[in-house]
């Protein structure tokens, strides 16, 4: 019987192999994709997040160092610089060939395949034709073993989606671009995000809760759309619904890390840094024998991000906040750059 099973190979599953196998843990990946995986994702790294990476032992993949978050709305911005270190724009696939790189180097193990029903004991897990002491679901956003579990939260509120496509351009900024809505922008567009990934490379994301094309979200930024000037460079990647409601981030011998714990918004951008640090938490939980502790932690660890996240939801729901919201970050610098720095 090995220690722990880990289900879903992305970047929360990658690092809780990491943490655990380096922590002395038989540890084996069970994933159905081959390395590496692309998905729809912001792909900005923040200073927080960086640092998990780095703890790691990991060498940090190429991509483009970031200076803080820039809010834009027409001719108006506001920006506020990180506070301490750097965030990392880089492409998702490049993430996690670097993740799958380190998890083998500390000992982990790869199984290719999918995880069926999870059954439990008093002293152990099966799962994908293994047992285990422990099992970690990193399965993301729409976790099958999180809905078998029975672990799943019904949520009435507006349903958010994503999507996102790279433009082979020149970056023109070393900033997180967020694009609010103008006033004289179209009422439900959400907002659009640029990352910078690359020399000649950036990915823009957007979000809303209006179901349409890429393209037609985009034509509510026309200063951003005349940014992209190059052609696309990849496909468009789309998630969602991104709200993901959870009963408990624990089950028995099983625990839930990354998008699979639960998920409120990539509207600060937090999703990699969160799951890095969910990572660790989990494997210290289950060295210590205490699974219980761990709900109590994930809460702990992620309770800053949930509520601005569910705040700023709030506001940028309504039109008329929405518009408010780069007119105010420019008004009180301090407040906006506390609250960036607080996430980061």
Do not use: N
């Amino acid at each position: 019987m090995i220690d722990l099973i880990v289900v879903g190979g992305g970047p929360a599953g990658l690092a809780t192999a990491v943490h655990a196998a380096l922590a002395g843990l038989e540890t084996v990946v069970i994933e159905p994709r081959a390395t590496p995986v692309d998905k729809a994702c912001g792909e900005g790294v923040m200073p927080r997040g960086v640092r998990a990476l780095t703890a790691l032992g990991l060498t940090l993949p190429a991509g483009r160092p970031l200076r803080g978050i820039r809010y834009v709305d027409g001719s108006r911005t506001a920006e506020a610089p990180f506070g301490d270190g750097t965030g990392l724009g880089v492409r998702r696939t490049e993430l996690h060939t670097a993740l799958a790189r380190r998890a083998a180097e500390a000992g982990a193990r790869f199984v290719t395949g999918r995880v069926g029903a999870v059954e439990q004991g008093a002293d152990q897990v099966t799962a994908g034709g293994l047992r285990a002491r422990w099992l970690v679901a990193a399965d993301g956003l729409h976790s099958p073993v999180r809905r078998g579990l029975g672990l799943d939260l019904p949520d009435r509120r507006p349903r958010r989606y994503g999507q996102r496509r790279h433009y082979r351009v020149r970056p023109w900024t070393d900033f997180v671009e967020v694009h609010w809505p103008s006033s004289r922008g179209h009422a439900g567009a959400g907002e659009a995000y640029v990352t910078p990934v690359a020399d000649d490379l950036v990915g823009v994301a957007v979000l809303s809760t209006v179901r349409r094309g890429y393209d037609d979200h985009l034509a509510g930024f026309p200063q951003l759309l005349a940014r992209l000037d190059g052609e696309p460079a990849t496909a468009v990647r789309g998630a969602g619904p991104l709200r993901q409601r959870v009963r408990s981030r624990s089950a028995g011998r099983v625990l839930l890390v990354g998008d699979a714990a639960g998920y409120v918004d990539a509207l600060t951008g937090e999703g990699v840094a969160l799951a890095l640090a969910s990572a660790e938490a989990a494997v210290r939980c289950l060295r210590a024998g205490r699974p219980q502790d761990y709900d109590r932690r994930w809460r702990d660890l992620s309770r800053r991000h949930r509520l601005l996240t569910e705040g700023l939801l709030r506001i940028s729901g309504r039109p008329a906040g929405a518009r408010l919201i780069v007119p105010a970050a420019a008004r009180l610098p301090s407040v906006f750059t506390a609250a960036v720095r607080a996430l980061q």
